[in-house]
């Protein structure tokens, strides 16, 4: 039997969709192919690992006593148990699933845990997610390969108290009212806000910078849908999802709106032909463009017939399967096809030469470039 990771929670403001995610998922793999181990990481930064982590109802009073710790060691693809500061080797590992969002889990530092392990993984790698993960750097990326979105401008904590009324003024010139306010390196809606005048502006930014020392301003649209899309790579095709239309109950998608309350979605979206396939033709190319694997979610703003990016979740909740799967058979069978496609793309990597021997060691005085 195939060993599967799939890791889940993490130190992220959105530990707990993740928990919700790594869980679905953990069920949904196929157990006839494969033996899906659950590797939960706590709000702590510690991993473990236990059959019962597989029920999502204990989480509600987690207890880690009866958990076993665990860790990867480098260039080594087996799980380890970690007790009384002995290791012992518990699985050997065929791929690992990451359906940790934001923080350390989406951003990139954890793929390079998995990949220094020798362990093909579900998500993307280190570029694409930590490009993904900062809406600044994101925006930055998406207008070098002709992507529309909305303009902004980035605040740094420390530099704007220092000087506060040089940015509100800048803020105010650049882009008249309403402005949404964003931490720059935060999803699920978490720390966002809209801002009508100069008070409501400086009280937005104070909260976004509770979150994250970087933030970006945006122009706010006053008549906008929201439009999403998802993207995988599995059998040797890249699969763009149908559109789905979220309706927010007040100005923009809030936590609540996508977590807490009954949410209308519009699934497929009624769109025009044109527009449709813009959304479709976009993904796709953000997809292969910026080195994407795994599933990727891209959210769209459609203001009129004006299409914009709002941001790429490159580990989006419920691994997006309800914009591609009817049910969890359906998603059983996409987890399948990322799962081998994982495995495809790690063993095309190591074909690749990894050293070179050019014999400075071999010299007696090499030289040495300061």
Known sequence: MKNVL???????????????????????????EYNPIPVFVSKSGEWFTGDNLRDLSIYKNLKTDGLKKCLLLPSDDRLYYLKNSKIKPAFQIYSAINCMHGGYGEGGEFTAIIKNSKIPFVCPD??????????????????????????????????YYLKRDYALNVIQKKFAYPVVVKPAKLGSSIGISVAKDLRSLEKAIDLAFKFDEKIIIEKGLEKFREINCAVYKGGGETVVSSLEEVEKSGEILSFSDKYKTLTKKIFPAVLG??????????????????????????????????????????????????????????????????????????????????????????????????
Do not use: W
């Not at 997610?129 to 303009?151: M, R, W």
């Open 273 to 370: 032909e044109d527009v449709e396939r813009q959304i479709k033709s976009i993904s796709g190319a953000i997809y292969r463009k910026l080195a994407f694997s795994g599933v990727v979610r891209i959210d769209f703003l459609l203001d009129g017939n004006q299409v914009f990016v709002n941001e790429i979740n490159s580990i989006p909740g419920s691994m997006a399967y309800y914009l591609f799967c009817k049910d969890f058979n359906e998603f059983s069978t996409m987890l399948t096809r990322l799962i081998e496609d994982s495995v495809d793309c790690f063993k095309s990597s190591e074909l690749s030469l990894k050293t070179f021997d050019g014999g400075i060691l071999n010299l007696s005085s090499p030289k040495i470039r300061k």
């Open 6 to 32: 799939v890791f889940f929670g993490g130190q992220s403001c959105e530990h707990d969709v993740s928990v919700i995610t790594g869980v679905m998922t953990l069920n949904a793999v196929d157990k006839s």
């Open 126 to 159: 280190l570029f694409a997610s930590s490009l993904a993960i900062d809406k600044e750097f994101t925006k930055i990326a998406l207008k070098a390969i002709g992507v529309n979105c909305l303009p902004h401008v980035k605040l740094v904590r420390d530099r």
